[in-house]
């Protein structure tokens, strides 16, 4: 039974690595963004600082939400990208 369990845990675990790419590349008409999930992922180990909702799409993800939570965490932090030109690659 205990056997049965970890192999149903362990495929669920598998399944939801398979789930989000390690890098997202955002397309923007003045340069596309790229985003490393995974290494955010690692550094802020917490998901719901992003995903309030629960893990997947992140319902009114644009645009706003980028420059409010991106950008805003980034000034927050003192680390990772504030600037235009720094996110944005041509
Ligand atoms: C720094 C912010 C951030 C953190 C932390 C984060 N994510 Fe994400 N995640 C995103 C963004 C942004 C997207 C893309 C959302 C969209 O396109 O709507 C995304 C997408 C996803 C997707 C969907 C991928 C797809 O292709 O549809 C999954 C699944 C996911 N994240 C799971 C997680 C899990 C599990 C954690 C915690 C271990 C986590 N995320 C932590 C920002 C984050
Ligand atoms: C922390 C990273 C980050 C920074 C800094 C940033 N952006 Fe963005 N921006 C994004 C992301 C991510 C998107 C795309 C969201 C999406 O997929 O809709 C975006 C989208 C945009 C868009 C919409 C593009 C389109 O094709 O619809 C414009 C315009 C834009 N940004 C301009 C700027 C300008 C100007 C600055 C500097 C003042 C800036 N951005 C700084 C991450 C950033
Ligand atoms: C809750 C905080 C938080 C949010 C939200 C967040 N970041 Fe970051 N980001 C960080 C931190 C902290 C670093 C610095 C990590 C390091 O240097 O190891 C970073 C680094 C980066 C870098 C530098 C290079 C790299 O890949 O590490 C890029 C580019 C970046 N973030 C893009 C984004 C984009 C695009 C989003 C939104 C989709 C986003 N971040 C959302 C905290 C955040």
Redesign the pocket.
């Given at each position: 039974m205990g056997k049965v369990i970890a192999a149903v845990a362990l495929i669920m675990f598998s399944a939801?690595a398979v789930?989000?790419?390690d890098t997202?590349t955002f397309p923007a008409k003045n340069g596309e963004v790229g985003?490393n999930?995974k290494k955010?992922?690692e550094t802020?180990?917490?998901?719901k600082?992003?995903?309030e909702k629960g893990?997947?799409?992140?319902e009114g993800?644009g645009k706003e939400w980028a420059h409010k939570?991106?950008k805003g965490?980034h000034a927050d932090k003192g680390a990772g990208p504030t600037k235009c030109s720094e996110c944005h690659k041509k």
């Open positions: 939801g789930l989000a790419a997202i985003f999930h955010h992922q802020l180990k917490d998901c600082v992003c995903h893990a997947g799409k992140i993800f939570s991106c965490c």
